[in-house]
């Protein structure tokens, strides 16, 4: 069921105790690890689920997978994609991920994705937060969107997803011309 609560001031918490978790497991393997999604940006709405980045030179299934579920992190099999937004036409690797769960019973739900760097997929990730974070009225305008939604989709995640992309990539035709403009660049590493 697809459920959009107000914003928690632990998830920050919460997203540093994985990341740190996360840090310990891979080492050196990881250029940067980084909390993303709406969770990320403060008095956002958002799936009560915190979505962390992992940033890698190259995506080493045969390498990370032992590492991570070491660490009770679920992988979840096979290189998948991210949403290519219309009217780009990316190579297929500008949108690869690989993706775990962190899913243990009774404890906070987290999404794990783990990217290339430099690739397009990474860098729309953290510009979509940092844009976010910064213009409290596309902010506020996304979690209405979210929050209608789930009140029309709450069981149907296709819909709800089959529309909010889209929706979100519009947003992001702001957050493009606003990197340009403000010279934009990812932040270092959260955890």
């Known amino acids: 069921m697809i459920q959009i609560v107000d914003y928690k001031s632990t998830w920050k ?17 990881v250029t940067a690890i980084h909390h993303i999604g709406s969770t990320s940006v403060p008095t956002l709405a958002a799936k ?5 980045q992992i940033t890698v030179s190259k995506l080493e299934e045969e ?7 070491k660490t009770d992190f679920v992988w979840r099999e096979g290189v998948i994609h991210d949403h ?22 009774g404890i906070r739900r987290a999404n ?16 979509c937060r ?4 910064s213009h409290p009225m596309a902010r506020d305008a996304y979690a209405e969107i979210k929050r209608q939604l789930a009140r029309y989709f709450p069981e149907n995640v296709d819909a709800y997803y089959d529309i909010k992309d889209p929706v979100f990539d519009v947003i992001m035709s702001g957050a493009n011309d606003w990197a ?12």
């Open 180 to 191: 340009a403009f403000a010279a934009w660049q990812s932040a270092p590493s959260d955890a």
């Open 112 to 127: 794990v994705h783990l990217r290339i760097e430099g690739r397009f997929n990474q860098g729309y990730a953290l510009l």
């Open 13 to 29: 918490t919460e997203f540093l105790e994985l990341g740190s978790r996360l840090r310990a497991a891979l080492g050196a393997r």
């Open 130 to 133: 940092d844009y976010l974070r």
């Open 63 to 69: 390498i990370l997978k032992p590492l991570l579920e």
């Open 84 to 105: 290519c937004p219309p009217g780009l036409n990316l190579p297929e690797i500008d949108v690869e991920k690989l993706f775990v769960a962190w899913e243990p019973a």
């Open 48 to 52: 009560d689920v915190i979505d962390i």
